[in-house]
């Protein structure tokens, strides 16, 4: 089955320390993006990218970096700069850049920082 | 700038009742519009969409209409089951924007 992959499910880290969070798809996808969500809050955009090799910073990158050398991988690393980086990180793709493409979302990483 | 502004939960109902959420947007152009939602501890996933003025998507007994005169593209259901508790999110997505913008989510939570 086609999808999103996301791993681990809960990570644990200590304040200080950096700490990559795996996105994978097989769909195909030319699009991802990394969100950021907070408990009873929506979603932010942390960065996005729509081909390989090329990626834009959303409404909140600092303290974020990524790469896309592969077009079924996006992997976002926490730094050590992000002020408050607990939270729940939602990856997504869509097949385009149209209006019409749909975004299809990962389970989601449950970071905690202590 | 595009925005979406959802109606403030949590709504809590009975199973049977009536559901709507309301949803409103700003943008420019002729975005798409969509209702994803979030169970507890998962990722979000599509409900439903709508592509042009007037269309309407559907799916699973939810049902939204896209209205441009009133800019909005309000969520209903005619009965709720318990099965329904989640978050919703209303979003937006432009021709060539890249992105999509999202509404900040409404809690449903349905008792037996």
């Known amino acids: 089955d086609g999808g999103i992959t996301q791993s681990p499910k809960y990570l644990f880290r200590k304040e200080g320390q950096n700490v990559t969070l795996s996105c994978e798809q097989n769909l195909n996808h030319d699009a991802m993006y990394w969100y950021r969500q907070d408990p009873g809050q929506g979603l932010r955009l942390i960065y996005y990218s729509q081909i390989v090799n090329d990626f834009q910073k959303g409404d909140i990158a600092e303290g974020y970096s990524v790469s896309r050398e592969k077009k079924e991988s996006f992997p976002l690393t926490v730094t050590s700069a992000q002020k408050n980086p607990t939270a729940f990180y939602l990856c997504?793709?869509?097949?385009?850049?149209?209006?019409?493409?749909?975004?299809?979302f990962g389970p989601g990483t449950r970071l905690t920082v202590t | 700038g595009n925005s979406v502004t959802q109606m403030e939960g949590p709504v809590t109902l009975s199973e049977e009742a009536f559901l709507t959420i309301n949803c409103t947007y700003t943008?420019?152009?002729?975005?798409?519009l969509f209702w994803y939602v979030q169970y507890p501890g998962e990722g979000l996933q599509l409900l439903l969409k709508?592509?042009?003025?007037?269309d309407k998507g559907s799916n699973k007994g939810f049902e939204a209409t896209y209205r441009k005169e009133t800019t909005s593209f309000h969520l209903e259901k005619g009965s709720v089951q318990v099965s329904d508790s989640a978050v919703y999110f209303c979003?937006?997505?432009?021709?060539?924007?890249?992105?999509?913008?999202f509404g900040d989510g409404t809690t449903l939570t349905v008792k037996p």
């Open positions: 997504a793709s869509t097949s385009g850049q149209g209006a019409r493409d749909e975004q299809y």
């Open positions: 709508a592509t042009k003025a007037d």
């Open positions: 979003a937006l997505r432009n021709t060539n924007a890249g992105k999509s913008t």
């Open positions: 943008a420019t152009g002729y975005p798409s």
